[in-house]
C-alpha cells in the first residue's frame, strides 16, 4: 500500500488508516496510523497485531505532533561566520561537508574523524551500518556509540563470562525473574518483552511467575514484584555476592550444569563466603533476611537437572542503572554468574522460542562459547590510558579525545540520531569538546542543544516516511541475555507519508552513501555480529551500487539477507505475523568440546576483594558522617520522554517540560521543602538547578532524577521549562570504570539545599 492508497473500508472523505511500526523508540509498536491530506493525523495501537495487542505508549500516539512539530527542521543548515543559520540543499551539504572532511583527512589522517550514533538512529535499520561503513571506507576506526555510556557492562559481561549456546530462558515460559534496577513498563525493554509489557506481566503473573525486584525505587514494575529489595544505590554488587552465598552455601545450585559446563566455581564460591548477608545488608541497608528470601526464591531448592519436572526457569537481569552506578561490570558478571550456577539455560531438546524472523536462522546447542577478551583489543584512546572493550570505544572519554593536544586528536565529529550536550557525562567539558571541533556535523530532526554548535545540520525524514522493519527489538537477543522477542515475530512497513511539501530532507543512510559518493570510496555495510544467545547464519556484507542510489527497500533486502524469513514474505502481512512454522530445538553439544563459561574471572574477584577492603558506613540521611553529600542521585525514565526526544511536545509534557528532582517525603520535610520548591544540587564537581517533588515510593536519602534534560548553562534559569542535565554533576576522570571508561553516572553522591 503506497502512501496514497487509502484502507480499502475508507470513504472519500476520511483519513485513510494504514498499519504501520512506531519508532519513537527501540519497542517498534504496531500502530494504526490515521492519515488525512497526505500528512498524519492519529496514531492508535493495532489490535490487530498479534505480538502487540493492540499496545502503544504516550509517545507513539504523539507521532503525528512530532512531525508537524514546528521546530522540525525541513531544510538542512549550514552554520554562517557570525553564528547564525541559514537554510542549505541536502545535495550541497553532502558537497560541502564530503570536501571539507577530505581535507581534515588529507592533512590529520583519517583517525582524526569520528562518529558518534545515538539511540535514536536505533529503531532505523540501514542508519548505524551505513555510518559504520562510511568510516571504515574513509578508514577510521573513532566509532562511539550510546552503549559505552548506557549498558557497557552487559557487553564485558558477555565477553569475559563466556555465551552458552543454546540460549537463555524466555520471560514468557519462566517460574522465577529477577529485575535489578530496570523498569520495563517505562523503558519498554529490560527483561520484559517490548510487545506490550504490561500484558505480558500480568499475564505471567496469573500463571504463577514469582517475580524479584532490586532498585532504590519502588517503580512501576516493582508494585508487581513478590520479593521486593529497596537497597541504597550502588551496592548491587555485595547484594548479587551475598545472594550466590546463600545459594552455594545451602547447595541450592545446579551441581550437574555446574560440573559439565562452568569453570572458576570453587574461586567465585571462596570469595563469596565472605559476603553473608547480614554483610551486604549493612551496606545495603536491607535485612538479612529479605537478602536469603530473594535468594532461596531465585534458585528454588537446587534441583534443575534436564530431567527433574521441578525445575524451574528464569533468568536474572540488569537495567541502565546499575550499569551508571559504579562497578557496573561487575553487577552484570554477578547476573551471570546467578544464571549459570542455576542452570538458567536451554538444554539439549528444548525447542527455541525464537529460531529468528528477521534474524538468521538459530543453530543452537548444548554447549558453552569461551569467554573472550572484555577490553585491550582494537583502536585504544591517546588522551587517557583507556582501551577499546566489547561495548566500544570509551565514549565517556570522548570530549578528552577530542580535546587531547597532541596528535591524532578528534577534529571532525559526526553525531547520527543523538545529542552529546544532553547526553555525555560530564556535561560542561563535553560542551568545550564541542567547541573545539574543527567541523560538527549533526543529523538531527530539531536545533537541538548539541545542534546549535554545528556547522552543518542535516535535516532527516522521520519514521512515517521511511520504510522501516522491527529488527531492533528482535536483534537485541543477540546481545543482551534475557531481551528480545519470546517468539518469532517480525513487521515491515512501507512509508506512510510523504514528507512535507517543499521540504529537503534525506534518510540518514542516504547522508552516508552521498558522502562516499563524493569522496570516491565504496559504502559497504557491515551487519552487526552476535554476541550472546544462540548461534545463527551470518549475514553477508552489502555492497552498494555507487553509480545509482539504491532504494531504502533494495537496502533493507541487502541487510535482511539470511533472514530466516525473507523480506518479501514479511513485506505481506501488513499486521505483523508470527512465524512458528518451523519448530527449532537446541541440538547436543560436541564431546570432545571442552569450552566452559568462566564465573571465577580473575578481573571481577578483584572488584570483590576490593569492595570487602574498602571502608563503608551505613548512613542516613541526616548523619554527620554524610554531611557533605548526603544524598545519592540516581537516574530514571520518564513515562514520555525517550532520553532527550519528546520532552518539548506539549502533548506528551502537559505542563512539566522539566524533570523534577524527586525526592522521598519525609526527606523534603527535613529540608525545609515543600512540593515545586527550586533547590541546588551540588556533587563533588558542578552543581545544578532542581525543581523537587514528592515521591513517597524512594528510599531516604535518594533523589531520582531523569537524565538528557536541560541545555547549556546560559539556560540555567529556564528549569522549570526545559530541566536541569545531571550529566553536569559527573566528572569523567574520576571514579570511572577503567575497562570502559564510563564514569560514575547513577548513585552519585550529592548535597541539596533551598535555591538563592
Given at each position: 500500500m503506497s502512501p496514497e492508497t487509502p484502507s480499502p473500508d475508507a470513504s472519500p472523505a476520511s483519513p485513510s488508516r494504514h498499519p504501520s511500526?512506531?519508532?519513537?523508540?527501540h519497542a517498534n509498536c504496531g500502530i494504526l496510523v490515521d492519515v488525512d491530506q497526505g500528512r498524519p493525523v492519529r496514531v492508535i495501537g493495532d489490535e490487530e497485531n498479534p505480538a502487540y495487542f493492540g499496545f502503544t505508549c504516550a509517545k507513539g500516539r504523539s507521532l503525528p505532533e512530532q512531525h508537524a512539530h514546528a521546530d522540525r527542521l525541513l531544510h538542512s543548515q549550514k552554520r554562517q561566520p557570525d553564528g547564525h543559520y541559514t537554510a542549505i540543499s541536502s545535495e550541497a551539504a553532502m558537497d560541502e561537508i564530503g570536501q571539507r572532511i577530505g581535507q581534515i583527512v588529507a592533512e590529520h589522517g583519517p583517525r582524526s574523524v569520528a562518529l558518534y550514533p545515538g539511540t535514536y538512529s536505533g529503531p532505523h535499520a540501514p542508519s548505524i551500518p551505513a555510518g559504520i561503513g562510511w568510516m571504515l571506507g574513509l578508514g577510521s576506526k573513532m566509532v562511539f556509540t550510546s552503549s559505552a555510556i548506557d549498558q557497557p557492562g552487559k557487553h564485558v559481561s558477555n565477553s569475559i563470562h563466556g555465551r552458552w549456546l543454546g540460549g537463555s530462558h524466555a520471560f514468557d515460559e519462566s517460574d522465577v525473574w529477577m529485575l535489578v534496577g530496570n523498569n520495563p513498563l517505562i523503558?519498554?525493554?529490560?527483561?520484559?518483552?517490548?510487545?506490550?509489557p504490561s500484558k505480558r506481566l500480568r499475564d505471567a503473573k496469573k500463571r504463577g511467575l514469582k517475580l524479584i525486584v532490586i532498585d532504590p525505587r519502588k517503580t512501576e514494575v516493582a508494585r508487581f514484584a513478590d520479593i521486593y529489595l529497596q537497597p541504597r544505590a550502588g551496592e548491587d554488587p555485595p547484594i548479587l555476592a551475598a545472594m550466590l552465598h546463600v545459594i552455594l552455601r545451602e547447595e541450592r545450585y545446579d551441581a550437574e550444569f555446574c560440573e559439565a559446563h562452568v569453570s572458576g566455581f570453587a574461586e567465585l564460591a571462596e570469595i563469596v563466603a565472605d559476603f553473608t548477608p547480614a554483610y551486604a545488608a549493612e551496606r545495603a541497608g536491607l535485612t538479612s533476611e529479605e537478602i536469603e528470601l530473594a535468594a532461596r526464591a531465585f534458585a528454588g531448592d537446587g534441583r534443575t537437572a534436564q530431567t527433574d519436572v521441578t525445575a524451574l526457569r528464569g533468568c536474572a537481569v540488569a537495567g541502565t542503572g546499575p550499569n551508571m552506578a559504579p562497578r557496573g561490570n561487575?553487577?552484570?558478571y554477578l547476573l551471570l554468574a546467578l544464571n549459570s550456577v542455576c542452570g538458567r539455560w536451554r538444554r539439549e531438546g528444548e525447542p527455541v522460542p525464537n529460531p529468528g524472523a528477521l534474524l538468521p536462522r538459530a543453530t543452537p546447542l548444548a554447549q558453552a562459547s569461551p569467554p573472550r577478551p572484555g577490553w585491550g583489543r582494537g583502536e585504544s584512546l591517546r588522551s587517557r590510558?583507556?582501551?577499546n572493550s566489547a561495548a566500544g570505544l570509551p565514549t565517556g572519554a570522548l570530549s578528552d579525545e577530542i580535546l587531547y593536544e597532541g596528535g591524532g586528536r578528534i577534529r571532525v565529529l559526526v553525531c547520527l540520531g543523538s545529542n552529546p550536550i544532553a547526553a555525555w557525562p560530564d556535561q560542561l567539558k563535553a560542551i568545550r569538546a564541542i567547541e573545539n571541533l574543527d567541523l560538527l556535523v549533526t543529523l538531527d530532526m530539531k536545533m537541538s542543544a548539541t545542534s546549535k554548535f554545528a556547522d552543518y545540520v542535516v535535516a532527516p525524514k522521520l519514521s512515517l516516511e521511511v520504510p522501516g522493519v522491527s529488527l531492533s527489538s528482535e536483534a537485541i537477543e543477540q546481545t543482551y541475555v534475557g531481551h528480545g522477542y519470546p517468539e518469532p515475530y517480525a513487521q515491515y512497513t512501507p512509508a506512510i507519508v510523504d514528507p512535507p511539501e517543499g521540504s529537503d530532507v534525506i534518510e540518514e543512510w542516504e547522508f552516508f552513501y552521498g558522502l562516499a559518493q563524493r569522496m570516491g570510496f565504496e559504502l559497504k555495510l557491515y551487519p552487526i555480529r552476535p554476541e550472546s544467545g544462540v548461534l545463527r547464519e551470518r549475514r553477508e556484507l552489502v555492497e552498494l551500487d555507487m553509480q545509482e542510489?539504491?532504494?531504502?527497500?533494495?537496502?533493507?533486502?541487502?541487510?535482511?539477507?539470511?533472514?530466516?524469513?525473507p523480506l518479501d514474505e514479511i513485506r505481506k502481512h501488513r499486521h505483523g505475523k508470527i512465524y512458528d512454522d518451523e519448530e527449532i530445538r537446541v541440538g547436543p553439544g560436541d564431546p570432545d568440546c571442552a569450552d566452559r563459561l568462566e564465573i571465577g574471572n580473575p578481573d571481577m574477584l578483584a572488584e570483590l576483594r576490593e569492595i570487602l577492603a574498602e571502608p563503608f558506613h551505613a548512613q542516613q540521611p541526616?548523619?554527620?558522617?554524610?554531611a557533605a553529600f548526603p544524598f545519592q542521585l540516581i537516574s530514571r525514565r520518564l513515562p514520555n520522554a525517550y532520553n532527550s526526544s519528546g520532552r518539548d511536545i506539549a502533548k506528551l509534557n502537559g505542563r512539566r517540560g522539566y524533570n523534577p528532582a524527586f525526592l522521598h517525603p519525609d526527606d523534603l520535610a527535613m529540608l525545609g521543602l515543600r512540593h515545586g520548591d527550586l533547590v541546588e544540587i551540588t556533587s563533588s564537581h558542578a552543581?545544578?538547578?532542581?525543581?523537587?517533588?514528592a515521591a513517597p515510593e524512594l528510599r531516604r536519602g535518594i533523589v531520582s532524577m531523569a537524565h538528557c534534560f536541560g541545555d547549556v548553562p546560559k539556560r540555567d534559569d529556564e528549569v522549570r521549562e526545559i530541566g536541569s542535565n545531571t550529566g553536569r554533576l559527573i566528572d569523567n576522570e574520576s571514579d570511572f570504570d577503567p575497562h570502559t571508561g564510563i564514569p560514575r553516572m547513577s548513585a552519585i553522591p550529592v548535597s541539596i539545599v533551598p535555591a538563592r
Open positions: 511500526i512506531c519508532r519513537f523508540c523503558s519498554m525493554s529490560g527483561g520484559i518483552p517490548p510487545s506490550n561487575l553487577t552484570e590510558d583507556l582501551p542510489r539504491p532504494s531504502t527497500e533494495s537496502v533493507l533486502d541487502g541487510l535482511l539477507n539470511a533472514s530466516r524469513i541526616g548523619d554527620p558522617a554524610a552543581s545544578i538547578l532542581g525543581v523537587v517533588e
